[in-house]
């Protein structure tokens, strides 16, 4: 079995997804740009590449459009067409959620799961924030999280977290947190137990 379909087990997956978030949102803290200008990070949490090749396809992983009709790279965009591709992306992942299927009991046990993550006292004994905003559902293989953070370390933390909380069995997972206008951090995230391709 190659290094990229071998499987990690779930402390691996959620160290991965863990580092990836960090990068994601430590460039985005450290980057001081106008809302509109972060870039959006995606998040395989169950790739076994290299942290440095993860890292580089993360980069760029976020615009496909681009890519495909080989547009100019998402660095030389302006904010405006870096935001309705980053709308596009959490668009079509959303698009994919809704289309899938509804499996009562298996979302009922997921979301009963994401529930006991972000209750107040479980979130409390972690020192993490709760997170403004809130919304969880789950479908019959995807549960999509969207949430809202003071700061980027805050989403970090929380994110880390919650990624080693689902990696057992939602090991797929794609993460995009982007600044508001109000300083605060939006994080969409959907995690599946079947691979999440952008």
């Given at each position: ?19 990836a ?9 450290n ?18 590449e ?79 924030p ?20 003071a ?27 982007r ?9 969409d ?10």
């Open positions: 079995m190659s290094a990229r379909t071998s499987f990690l087990n779930p402390p691996s997956l959620a160290l991965i997804c863990g580092c978030v960090a990068t994601g949102l430590l460039a985005l803290h980057a001081q740009v106008a809302p509109a200008a972060v870039q959006e990070p995606y998040f395989d949490t169950a790739s076994s290299p942290v440095a090749q993860a890292r580089s396809r993360a980069a760029t992983a976020s615009a496909p459009i681009a890519r495909a009709q080989g547009e100019q790279r998402r660095g030389d965009l302006d904010p405006v067409e870096i935001r309705a591709r980053i709308e596009a992306n959490i668009a079509m992942l959303d698009a994919r959620f809704a289309s899938e299927p509804l499996d009562a009991v298996w979302a009922m046990r997921e979301q009963r799961a994401l529930d006991d993550f972000f209750a107040a006292d479980a979130l409390a004994a972690q020192g993490l709760l997170p403004d905003g809130l919304q969880t559902a789950c479908h019959s293989a995807t549960c999509r999280v969207s949430a809202r953070f700061d980027p370390v805050e989403a970090e933390m929380t994110t880390q977290h919650l990624a080693m909380h689902v990696a057992a069995r939602l090991p797929y997972g794609a993460v995009m947190p600044a508001l206008d109000d300083g605060s951090i939006q994080v995230a959907w995690y599946s137990a079947a691979r999440i391709v952008l």
